[in-house]
């Protein structure tokens, strides 16, 4: 399947342990199942990509009038989420060719390690300087309001506020991006993806899976036959006394 990326849902969080007997914080993700709902052309669109929905029961009395005929018209079943991602690069020799209708399932990660996972933060509404921005405070003691921002400017030099500093506002409910997130287990059967580490969002939220668009470099050597005592390197190296 050339689709980059599917439509997800986030379960909530657990632990693995590998063959060394290491625990691993883990979460678990619902990959699909998606289905390609439209497709994206160079001719008519100028870009290549693929909408796909996110397959999940949904009322016909929730669909509004123009995404019906949107879904029928490629003859698929209503999506709670719709999202574009990109198609891979067709190599010589391979058919990769997609229509509107097909699936997508998370065996499109069975031969990748890592991912890169997109949701939205957890809404904590008005927030002031201390929780939001992590500030110290001032004296905790009768008499204090330890959670005021203070002074944030003086009175002759700047005599303004410059842009971008640190005050209360709305926190959270933005757009994350988590990138190379290991994969420690897949079920076909379940659309499960379990990833090393935390995602964005709270439980039952609707994140975007990518395959990794830059992955890290393993490294090679470590904890192997051919792995190099740097002491006994040095000491080889250095020259002997006659």
């Known amino acids: ?4 990326g599917i439509l997800g849902k986030k379960i909530g969080m657990t632990q693995l342990f590998d063959d060394r007997g290491d625990v691993h914080p883990v979460t678990v993700l619902k990959a699909g199942p998606c289905v390609i709902t439209q497709l994206k052309t160079q001719a008519k669109d100028g870009y290549d990509a693929a909408q796909i929905g996110y397959v999940d029961f949904t009322k016909a009395s ?37 229509k509107a209708g097909d699936r997508v399932l998370v065996d499109i990660f069975t031969d990748e390690k890592f991912v890169d996972v997109i949701g939205t933060s ?15 405070g001032g004296p905790k003691a009768h008499g204090h309001m330890f959670q005021v921002q203070g002074s944030i400017g003086a009175s002759s030099f700047p005599s303004r506020v410059f842009p971008g500093q640190r005050m209360p506002g709305h926190m959270g409910h933005a757009q994350i991006t988590v990138r190379n997130l290991r994969i420690r287990g897949i079920d076909v059967e379940e659309n499960l993806l379990m990833v ?17 668009k830059a992955p890290p470099r393993e490294r090679r050597g470590f904890a192997g036959g051919t792995t190099l005592d740097p002491l006994k390197a040095s000491k080889k190296a250095s020259p002997k006394k006659k």
């Open 1 to 4: 399947m050339p689709v980059t």
């Open 62 to 98: 929730k669909v509004n009038k123009p995404m019906t005929g949107h879904f029928a018209k490629s003859d698929v079943p209503p999506a709670r989420r719709i999202k574009e991602v990109a198609l891979e690069v067709a190599k010589e020799g391979d058919d990769i060719a997609v």
């Open 122 to 136: 957890k809404g904590r509404g008005f927030a002031g300087v201390v929780r939001r921005h992590h500030f110290g």
């Open 196 to 212: 090393e580490g935390a995602v964005p969002g709270p439980r039952d939220g609707y994140v975007l899976i990518s395959k990794a």
